[in-house]
C-alpha cells in the first residue's frame, strides 16, 4: 500500500474518533446540556465540590473542553468566582484520563453493538430516546476508529518514510511534545490525540519515552484553543490559568521522562498501559500540586487580564463570546445576560422619557434617541448571535429557550423605536411651542409610567426563571393599563368640557402620549405569552 493511502486512511480514522466525541458530546449536551449547566452552577463554589463537578461532567461530554466553555461563561460573567472555576478545570482534566482509560482496553468489538442499538434507537420519536442514541454512536464510532487505526499503524511501522519521521522524534523530547501540542490544536481533543499516542505505543513505532513526550505535548496543545477562541479578557483568565498549570508540568516533567519511564515499567510494562498511566499520574499530580495555591494563580490572572475600562459604546455587546457558539446551553445563557443588558436599556429610556415631560429636557430627549440606536445595535447583534448558535447542540427545551430570547429582543427593540421615534416627537413638538402638560396630566401619566415599569420587571422574571405565575401576572396586567388610559381619557374629555379653552393640541399630545405607553406595555406583555404556552396556560 503507497504512504498516501495510508496517511489518507490514518487521517480518516481520526477524523471518525473526532466525530465519534463530537456526536457523544452533542448527545449528552442536547439531552442534559441544561441540568449539567444549573448543576455546575449550584455546585461549583467549594474546591472539592468544583473538583468532583469537573471531572464527572468532562466524562460525561467526553471532552473538557466542553465543561471548560461552561465554567469560563461562569467566571466571565461573574456568577462564580475564578478560584472555583479553575479547581473544576483540574478535575476536568484528570475526567478526560479517566475516558482515555476506559478506551484504551481493548474494547473494539463492543462498537458494532453500540452502533446498531444507537441506530435502532434513533429511529424512535422520543427525544431523550435519541440522545442517548447519539451517545451510543458516537462511543462505537470512537472505539471503531481507534481498532481501525491500531490496525493501520501496525502495517505503517514497517514503511521506511514513516519509521523515518518516527527516528528524528526519537532522542529529542521537546520537538516531540511541540509536535503533539500542534496536532492538539489542530484536531481540538486531547482524547483523540492521547489514544492515537497509545496505538503508536503499542505497534512500537514510537519508543515508550517519546510517547510520554507526545503526551505531554498533547496535554498543553489541548488548552491552546479555548484560550485562542476566548472572546474577552474575563473570559481568557480560565484557559490561560490552565495553560499555565500545563505548561509548568511539562516544563518540570520532561528532563526526568527517563526515569519515569524506568519508574512505571516497573507498575506496568505494557507500553499502551504505561502511556495511559502516565496521562493519568500527570494530571492527578498537577491537581494535587496546584488546588491548594489555586488563590494566588486567580489573583495572577486577574492582574495579568484586568477589567476592561467601561464601554463607551453601549450597543457593543459584552457578553456573546463566539467560542460558546458550538455549546448552546453556555451560548443561550450569555444571550440572556446580553436581554437583560437591553431591558436594563429600555428602563433607563423610560425613566428619560419621563424626565422630559416633566422638565422638558432637550438633553433628556437627545439621550433616548442615543440609547435608541444603542439598543437596535445591540438587538441586531443579539439576534445575529442566536442564529449562528450550533443547530446541532439545541435539544427542544434549548431551542424554545432561543426563541424566548429572541422575542424578548424584538419586543424590548419596540419598545425603544416608540420611545425614541413617537414620544421624543411629541415632546420635542411640545417643547417647541412652548407648551407643558398639566399637573393632572402629568399625574395620569406617571400611573400609567409606573405600570410599564412594573410590567417591565416582571418580564425580566419571566425571561430568568421562566416562571408561569410571573407570565401570568404580567399577562393580566393589560386590562389595567386599558383601564388607566380609559380613566385618563375620560377625565381629560371631562376637563376639556369644564374649560373649554383648553388647547386642543396639548390635549391631543396627552393622549397620544397614554396610546403610546399601552403600546409599549403591549410589547412587554407579550413576553409573558411564549411561557403561557409552554405551560399549557395561553387561553384559546
Known sequence: MSGTLLFLQIAGYVGLL????????????????????LWLGRNINSRPRAFLVGLGITALLQSSTATGMMATSFAASGIIGLEPALVAMLGANVGTTLIVQILSFNVTAVAPVLILAGVVAFRARHSQLKNLARISIGL?????ALGLLVHT??????GPVFRAVMAGLSGQPVLALLVAALLTWACHSSVAIVLLIVSLATTNVVSTETALALVLGANFGGTI????????????????????????????????????VAGLSRIEADPA????????????????LFIMPIGQLAALLIRLFPDPPPQPDPGEPQYLDEAALET????????????????????????AMRKVFHQNSRKDASKIIRMDRA?????????GYLADIDREALNDEDAERSQEILTFAINIEHVGDILATNMVELALKQINLRQSLSPLELVDIDAMYAAVMDGLQLAVTVLLRNDPVAAQQLASRKAMLRRLESEATDAHFARMRHKPSARAEAGDTFLRILRDLRRIHSHIAALAYPVLEHAGLLPE
Open 140 to 144: 462505537g464510532l470512537m472505539l471503531l
Open 18 to 37: 473526532l466525530w465519534g466525541t463530537h456526536m457523544v458530546t452533542t448527545g449528552v449536551l442536547r439531552g442534559y446540556g441544561t441540568d449539567l449547566r
Open 153 to 158: 499503524l501496525s502495517d505503517l511501522e514497517v
Open 375 to 383: 439598543l437596535d445595535k445591540l438587538s441586531m447583534a443579539l439576534r
Open 225 to 260: 484553543p479555548p484560550f485562542v477562541e476566548a472572546g474577552s479578557r474575563q473570559a481568557r483568565r480560565l484557559p490561560f490559568g490552565n495553560m499555565l498549570v500545563r505548561a509548568t508540568g511539562c516544563v518540570v516533567t520532561l528532563p526526568f521522562l527517563p526515569w519515569i
Open 273 to 288: 498501559r504505561l502511556v495511559v498511566n502516565f496521562h493519568t499520574g500527570f494530571n492527578v499530580a498537577l491537581a494535587l
Open 328 to 351: 448552546a446551553n453556555v451560548a443561550l445563557a450569555n444571550a440572556s445576560r446580553e436581554a437583560l443588558r437591553m431591558a436594563d436599556m429600555a428602563t433607563e429610556m423610560l425613566k
